[in-house]
Structures are given as C-alpha cells and as structure tokens.
C-alpha cells in the first residue's frame, strides 16, 4: 500500500465513536497491518477492538474485540482496570487512591508500635543503669 490513509478511513467508518487510533505498520512487507481503536476512556477494555488489514488489497481481514479474548484474558483485563481503579472511572481512582493512602499509614503506625514497644524498653533500661 502507498498510504495508510485508506485503513484509518475505512476504521473510521466502521467504528465512528472513537477517542484513540493507533496503527502498527509491521518493518516486513507482506504481513498484516493491525489498527487498535479505543472508543473508552482509557479504563474500559470491552470498547477496544483490533482492526486486521492486507496490506496488499487494504481489504479487512479481522476484527477483534474484548469479547473474542478467552475467560481468562477477560478476566485479567477486566481485574487490572479495576485494581487500578480505571474502570470506575474517577470515583474507583479516588477509591484506590483512599486504598493506597491507608496502606501508608498502616506501614507508618506498624513501625511506629514497633519502635515505642522495642526500642524505648532498651532506652529506658540504658539510661537506668
């Protein structure tokens, strides 16, 4: 193919409502072209889809989207947005967010315990003696 503009032109037309675009162009000649179109925010991995061209014929060859993966694929996809707090969009991230916060000051406050319960026992019975 002379231009990629036809691929991105014909993916346009079949998925209208998208946000992002992007084509990987293979250094080799001959092996298909894939087109990845995000139509989410970033966080919502069941509105990608993967677009396959010839490059040859620039016809279509393939379309694949989140619900085309295995269960498993599914599933990790689906568990790092939340983990992340991405699929809930900008009250999950403020939930994780919260999350990690409290995970600080429980790191903070074991160390704190640690030190009143080991270490001021030591001070104290050095400075007796």
Do not use: C, K
């Amino acid at each position: 193919m002379a231009s990629l503009d036809p691929l991105g032109e014909s993916a346009m037309s079949e998925l209208v409502e998208w946000r992002t675009m992007t084509v990987s162009v293979p250094a080799e000649r001959g092996v298909p072209i894939n087109v990845r179109i995000d139509q989410g925010w970033g966080g919502e991995p069941q509105r990608r889809h993967t677009l396959t061209y010839d490059p040859g014929t620039g016809l279509r060859t393939a379309h694949v989207t989140f619900a085309d993966g295995s269960r498993g694929q599914r599933l990790r996809t689906f568990m790092r947005f939340t983990h992340t707090g991405e699929y809930f969009g900008f009250w999950g991230q403020t939930l994780a967010g919260l999350a990690s916060l409290a995970a600080v000051v429980l790191v903070w406050s074991g160390f704190a315990l640690a030190w009143r319960r080991l270490a001021e026992p030591l001070l104290r019975r050095g400075s007796l003696s």
